[in-house]
């Protein structure tokens, strides 16, 4: 990508791949669980029924895949778009920050403990090498503009 050659960041074509393996996180379906529940407080016992179309809205359709384009270099760092389809994977981060373009989600973060970042169009986030995040992407996929030192 050049100075003199606009791109536009929502139709820009990117080819997905599915998450690996490790990145898969386990659903309550994934478990074995049942769609019948049942919590016991104090000697009292409430039963919660989810229709199985209630589940079945929950889960993506399809692998959950992820996609980038790396666009350039600028001043010793990275730039490029990358984008993740509905559903939920896990991460092992670098050093990056990310301004959202289009889809909504959030991050959780297991390592190290800290509240979750809500996505949608327009969040600046900055994330740390070693974070150990879960990535949850609702509907339509996620896409960002990311910026990161360059690896080589």
């Keep these: 990508m050049s100075a003199m050659e606009p791109i536009s960041t929502h139709d820009f074509p990117l080819s997905h791949e599915p998450i690996e393996d490790w990145q898969k996180v386990s659903t309550a379906s994934d478990s074995g669980a049942d769609s019948n529940s049942s919590v016991e407080s104090d000697g009292l016992t409430a039963s919660a029924e989810v229709s199985e179309d209630a589940v079945a809205a929950e889960q993506p359709v399809g692998p959950v895949t992820t996609g980038v384009a790396e666009l350039g270099t ?30 909504n989600g959030r991050i959780e973060f297991d390592e190290p403990r800290r509240d979750p970042i809500e996505l949608v169009p327009g969040s600046l986030v900055r994330l740390v090498d070693g974070m150990k995040t879960r990535w949850y992407i609702d509907g339509a996929p996620l896409r960002k503009l990311y910026v990161a030192p360059s690896e080589g």
Excluded: C, K, T
């Design 74 to 103: 600028i001043g010793g760092a990275d730039f490029g778009l990358w984008e993740m389809s509905a559903g939920a994977m896990r991460d092992i981060e670098g050093d990056e920050v990310f301004l959202v373009i289009s889809g």
